[in-house]
């Protein structure tokens, strides 16, 4: 097959139109922006929702949902914030759509140069802090106390929290399914329980540490599998400045 060539011609070209660059500046093409970790748990009420809506305008209902956070991310880098704006705009898409429901959420931002975690809770399972220095596991609150689950109340507000970290810490996030499974007998096992598994399993390198926690889980519970959904979130601090 013969190789197509090309012609260029020294004529005028004609009349020519600028047009505005549409590709991103290359700052933006070049650095990779921080991401954050967040959980996001719905009823199943609430999944219905975005899933019809979703198909009406025929996109995954995964990036509704997403799209709704990250909309309000750009506006703000405070978490108690960005949850207290997320929940007045989902309120008012439920209030439109003449339905109720709610979602819970658990938001963290990890500063490396301050070395700090700053987070904020929607009456969602609160994360866990692994010491790799103490080998420990701590809850991410503020006192234990915890915001609303989102959708309820329009005017519901959420505040923000910070706890420092260091270098190795790595940082939890997971839904209830995770803890709440049975074992043969019918004994629960409760979220002081997983508190304890990841403890025991600290020092374990990221990879070899999450398969630990959820083989112990299954070891209590006799199964394989969970009742309900699990999502589990890690996020590792590599180094602080």
């Given at each position: 097959?013969?190789?197509?060539?090309?012609?260029?011609?020294?004529?005028?070209?004609?009349?020519v139109?600028?047009?505005?660059?549409?590709?991103?500046?290359?700052?933006?093409?070049?650095?990779?922006?921080?991401?954050?970790?967040?959980?996001?748990?719905?009823?199943?009420?609430?999944?219905?929702?975005?899933?019809?809506?979703?198909?009406?305008?025929?996109?995954?209902?995964?990036?509704?949902?997403?799209?709704?956070?990250?909309?309000?991310?750009?506006?703000?880098?405070?978490?108690?914030?960005?949850?207290?704006?997320?929940?007045?705009?989902?309120?008012?898409?439920?209030?439109?759509?003449?339905?109720?429901?709610?979602?819970?959420?658990?938001y963290?931002?990890?500063?490396v140069?301050?070395?700090?975690?700053?987070?904020?809770?929607?009456?969602?399972?609160?994360?866990?802090?692994?010491?790799?220095?103490?080998?420990?596991?701590?809850?991410?609150?503020?006192?234990?106390?915890?915001?609303?689950?989102?959708?309820?109340?329009?005017?519901?507000?959420?505040?923000t929290?910070?706890?420092?970290?260091?270098?190795?810490?790595?940082?939890?996030?997971?839904?209830?399914?995770?803890?709440?499974?049975?074992?043969?007998?019918?004994?629960?096992?409760?979220?002081?329980?997983?508190?304890?598994?990841?403890?025991?399993?600290?020092?374990?390198p990221?990879?070899?540490?999450?398969?630990?926690?959820?083989?112990?889980?299954?070891?209590?519970?006799?199964?394989?599998?969970?009742?309900?959904?699990?999502?589990?979130?890690?996020?590792?601090?590599?180094?602080?400045?």
């Amino acid at each position: 097959m013969k190789k197509p060539t090309v012609k260029y011609s020294k004529g005028e070209i004609g009349r020519v139109r600028i047009v505005e660059d549409f590709l991103p500046s290359p700052d933006r093409l070049v650095l990779r922006e921080d991401n954050v970790k967040v959980t996001l748990s719905l009823s199943q009420r609430s999944v219905a929702f975005f899933k019809r809506a979703a198909r009406q305008r025929r996109v995954p209902y995964q990036r509704m949902i997403r799209a709704l956070v990250e909309e309000h991310a750009q506006a703000t880098t405070d978490p108690g914030e960005l949850l207290t704006r997320v929940n007045r705009a989902l309120s008012v898409i439920l209030k439109q759509a003449k339905t109720t429901m709610f979602a819970t959420c658990f938001y963290v931002v990890a500063d490396v140069e301050a070395a700090q975690l700053r987070f904020a809770n929607a009456a969602h399972p609160s994360a866990l802090h692994i010491r790799r220095g103490s080998a420990s596991a701590d809850k991410l609150h503020d006192n234990g106390c915890t915001g609303l689950a989102m959708g309820l109340l329009p005017a519901a507000s959420y505040t923000t929290s910070t706890r420092s970290m260091a270098e190795g810490d790595l940082v939890m996030l997971f839904t209830d399914g995770l803890f709440e499974v049975e074992s043969p007998s019918g004994e629960l096992f409760t979220q002081e329980q997983l508190q304890n598994t990841v403890s025991r399993h600290a020092t374990l390198p990221p990879e070899e540490f999450f398969k630990s926690v959820i083989g112990e889980i299954r070891q209590f519970s006799e199964r394989e599998s969970f009742d309900d959904d699990v999502c589990i979130v890690g996020m590792h601090i590599q180094h602080t400045e």
